[in-house]
């Protein structure tokens, strides 16, 4: 590689999605110069194959169920089909706005876009079509890929979220083989476009990685919906044909549908792009990094989905914030994983900060922590709305609320203020003095911390 063909930067990002943006734009805007990498588009799988089509259906489901289900509170409507290429162009329409604005913003910020392909060869060095990039500083943002099982192969009527984006038509049947984030979500969007949808979970609950109430919680609401779930029984294997899927699973079930959506997790993007052979240490392909999100090696840090932990784009972003004040010399305060907020989009939502009650036992000790559950039957608006659900709080006895967990219909709009509550240690007594606004859902939260604080008011003792 001539030198005559490099370009230097201060920061040289690889991979423009969530993380990788998010610190090439702070990065600019604290006056160093940025390259980013990318092969595909600036934005990642967050703002074309992730959040943003993925909510954009919900809402079009949202809008299905509330047509379907208006003449129980006297409003005169039906849901007459769902035209799906319409849907489509509505969700598009949404990712096309959203990507010129991002693009707009690097521009405007003087990031350096680099099209093409990207691979790690030095410590300060990404080549791109024969050319090289050199960077003070690297930044590894590369993210991540649908995973699938071994011997499952994707192809067909067997997708991952990928394609199960871009479907023309809404399946009349679907197995979802995973019953965490991704396939809950999908299982909803299905279920209120008329889908009959069976969901197959190895683990013991839905959304397994929550507090088991809101596991519980989910799958009575998911029950009365009709969605099927089946949890505690391993995939066995899945025979495909022109008339649908037959998957077996390991209890002797044969399911049949139109298709399968797996989604039974994300893998690291890290194979081949010569991460190791720089001596960064790849762990089942995810970089292991320290709290300041350094490889160990020179000046080589890494972001987002790539770093084990939660797979969220608020997650990568604020990652991305980090580690530019990181490299500006700012001296930021590392994030603290338990305090990232997790919203699941179903009908209902999940959404919850901090520990769940079994973590706070294991790390306080059980006698140490305090939980209560404020049921959404005493709050006016979730009544308006017609959902049900509550809130969980986690407290140490005496001490703060650790873990706000909540499941309800729009109950992810409050994960706001549930995640200042845990992240600033606030006590049930400092939340109950303030006021909440009526009738909102944001009250339940009120609520529930007037309850824990000992003064209950639309709650019985
Ligand atoms: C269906 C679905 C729904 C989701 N919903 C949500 C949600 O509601 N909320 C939420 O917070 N998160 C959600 N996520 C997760 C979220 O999308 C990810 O956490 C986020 O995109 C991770 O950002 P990242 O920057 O680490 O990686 P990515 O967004 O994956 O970006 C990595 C980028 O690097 C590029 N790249 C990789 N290798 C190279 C290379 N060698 N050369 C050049 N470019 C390269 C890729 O093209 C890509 O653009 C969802 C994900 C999926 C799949």
Known sequence: MSEASSTAFDVLVLGGGSGGYATA??????????GVVEEDKLGGTCLHYGCIPTKALL?????????REGHVIGVMSSLSGIDMPAVNVYKQ??????????????????????????TLTGPDSIDVAGVRYTGKNIVLASGSYARTLPGLEIGGRVMTSDQALNLDHVPASVVVLGGGVIGVEFASVWTSFGAKVTIVEALPHLVPNEDEALSKGLERAFRKRGIDFKVGVRFQGVTQDDAGVKV????????EAELMLVAVGRGARTADLGYEAQGVRVDRGFVLTDDHLHTGVANIYA???????????HRGFAQGIFLAEHIAGLKPVPLIEANIP????????????????AQ????????????????????GKSQILGTAGFVKLVRVKNG???GVHMLGARMGEQIGEAQLIVSWEAHPEDVAALVHAHPTQNEALGEAHLALAGKPLHAHD
């Not at 809402?59 to 047509?67: F, T, Y």
């Not at 706070?360 to 709050?379: F, P, T, V």
Request: charged content about 20%.
């Open 342 to 357: 997790r919203v699941t989009y179903c009908d209902p939502e999940v959404a919850s900060v901090g520990l769940t009650e």
């Open 59 to 67: 809402h079009a489901a949202e809008v299905a169920d509330s047509a």
């Open 303 to 313: 972001v987002g989905d790539i770093v084990p932990g939660l797979q969220l784009a």
């Open 248 to 255: 077996s699973l390991e209890d002797g079930t044969v399911i």
């Open 400 to 402: 703060p609320v650790v």
């Open 93 to 118: 329409g949404i990712v096309d706005r959203l990507y010129k604005g991002l693009q707009g913003l690097a521009k405007s910020r003087g990031v350096t876009m680099i099209p093409g392909h990207g």
């Open 360 to 379: 706070a036992k294991e790390l306080h000790g059980a006698d140490a922590i305090e939980s209560l559950e404020y049921n959404l039957g005493g709050n």
């Open 25 to 34: 734009l702070r990065a600019s805007q604290l006056g160093l110069t940025v």
